[in-house]
Structures are given as structure tokens and as C-alpha cells.
Antibody, heavy 119, light 106 residues
Framework: QVQLKESGPGLVHPSQTLSLTCTVS????????VSWVRQPPGKGLEWMGV???????AYNSLLKSRLTISRDTSRGQVFLEMNSLQTEDTASYYC?????????????WGQGVMVTVSS | DIRMTQSPASLSASLGEAVNFECLAS??????LAWYQQKPGKSPQLLIY???SLQNGVPSRFSGDRSGTQFSLKINSLQPEDVATYFC????????FGSGTKLEIK
């Protein structure tokens, strides 16, 4: 069945770089788009960016200067790197699968990984 | 960016009661509107897309509607397992979400 699972450090120091991995199963990254979405504690959801099936990416304009999304299709993994982290980046980070017809409609979500930015 | 405004921020209702959530888009998004349910401590789950299409496996007590740029989600008969926060999201352009409505049992 379709699964997405995020992994990465739970704690990152301010000004450092966050690196997360999303490992997918039950579908191919060449057939479905995968995005990253984050949610600060007790707050709403923010789309961060997408890895399209063809390998191109698009980013939220507010995060674009700090964010890089990449992938390894053979391993079924999508990566997120975000630099210059601040306390406001404390959030649960989700990788999500895009609908077959719309990259920006999300039918499967990972369990999420909580990342705290603190010294 | 397209802004999505949800109301109310929270609501409390009795079991078996009908519940309505509202979501207003800042511009025309046609029917490119989804609703998600997020139970406490869990990831969001897709309930409705295309403003009124039920995702597979979602109970039929959930329904969606559209009137111009105003969207609504209705639960016909509130069940205990419906306690959650509900988010709307537009996918007409780069995706943006509403701030959510937290539903509790009275």
C-alpha cells in the first residue's frame, strides 16, 4: 500500500541546516509528485515545495532562498534541505503525495517528523 | 498568493447534530478546493476534493458545497470520531491552506 515516511533530526540549532528524508513505498516517484508541508505547533499548514515526476522542483516563494528539494528515484526517496534555520521553523514536517491529476492536492500524508530549532 | 479564510476558528456541537464549516477564497479558484481532517496528534487526511467530491472511504455524512468563492463542509450527524481540526486548501495555484476550524463535542 501507499506509504510515506519522514526521517531526520528532532533538534537543530539556530542558523544550521535541516536535512530530512522522505521514503516512499507503494508508488513510484516518476509517476506521482511529492511535496513537503509543514505545521508549527498548534498552527496551520504551509506548503513548502514540490518534486515533480519529471525531476523539476517548485518552491514556496517565502522559502525559496533557503530551500532545496531533491530525490533518488531508485531508492524511492525525496530529500529536503533548508538552511539558516530560526526558531520560527520549529514545526512538524510532512511529505505528501500529490493526486494523480493535481500535484497540489494531497491524497497521502506521511506521519510527520517534529523538528525543534533551539540552542 | 491566494488567501483562504476559515470560520469559525472553533465550534462545539452535540452528537447527532449537523455541523457546518466555512471557507472563503480571496479570488476565484473555481472548484479547486479540498477539505482535510486532522485528528489530534495525527496527520491530515483528505476528505473532499473538487469542492464536493468525497475521497474514497470517507463516510457519506460528510459533504461539500461551493457558492462562488465561498465553500462549505457539512457533517450531517456528528459522531465522536469527528473530533478534529478541519482545514480547507485551494489547489488552483500554488497550494494554500485555511487556518483551520477546531471541532469539539458539547
Amino acid at each position: 500500500q501507499v506509504q510515506l515516511k519522514e526521517s531526520g533530526p528532532g533538534l537543530v540549532h539556530p542558523s544550521q541546516t535541516l536535512s530530512l528524508t522522505c521514503t516512499v513505498s507503494g508508488f513510484s516517484l516518476t509517476n506521482y509528485h511529492v511535496s513537503w508541508v509543514r505545521q508549527p505547533p498548534g498552527k496551520g499548514l504551509e506548503w513548502m515545495g514540490v518534486m515533480w515526476t519529471g525531476g523539476r522542483t517548485a518552491y514556496n516563494s517565502l522559502l525559496k532562498s533557503r530551500l532545496t528539494i531533491s530525490r533518488d528515484t531508485s531508492r524511492g526517496q525525496v530529500f529536503l534541505e533548508m538552511n539558516s534555520l530560526q526558531t520560527e521553523d520549529t514545526a512538524s514536517y510532512y511529505c505528501v503525495r500529490g493526486f494523480y491529476s493535481h500535484y497540489n492536492l494531497f491524497d497521502y500524508w506521511g506521519q510527520g517528523v517534529m523538528v525543534t530549532v533551539s540552542s | 498568493d491566494i488567501r483562504m479564510t476559515q470560520s469559525p476558528a472553533s465550534l462545539s456541537a452535540s452528537l447527532g447534530e449537523a455541523v457546518n464549516f466555512e471557507c472563503l477564497a480571496s479570488e476565484d479558484i473555481y472548484s479547486d478546493l479540498a477539505w482535510y481532517q486532522q485528528k489530534p496528534g495525527k496527520s491530515p487526511q483528505l476528505l473532499i476534493y473538487n469542492a464536493n467530491s468525497l475521497q474514497n472511504g470517507v463516510p457519506s455524512r460528510f459533504s461539500g458545497d461551493r457558492s462562488g468563492t465561498q465553500f462549505s463542509l457539512k457533517i450531517n450527524s456528528l459522531q465522536p470520531e469527528d473530533v478534529a481540526t478541519y482545514f480547507c486548501q485551494q489547489y488552483n495555484n500554488y497550494p494554500t491552506f485555511g487556518s483551520g476550524t477546531k471541532l469539539e463535542i458539547k
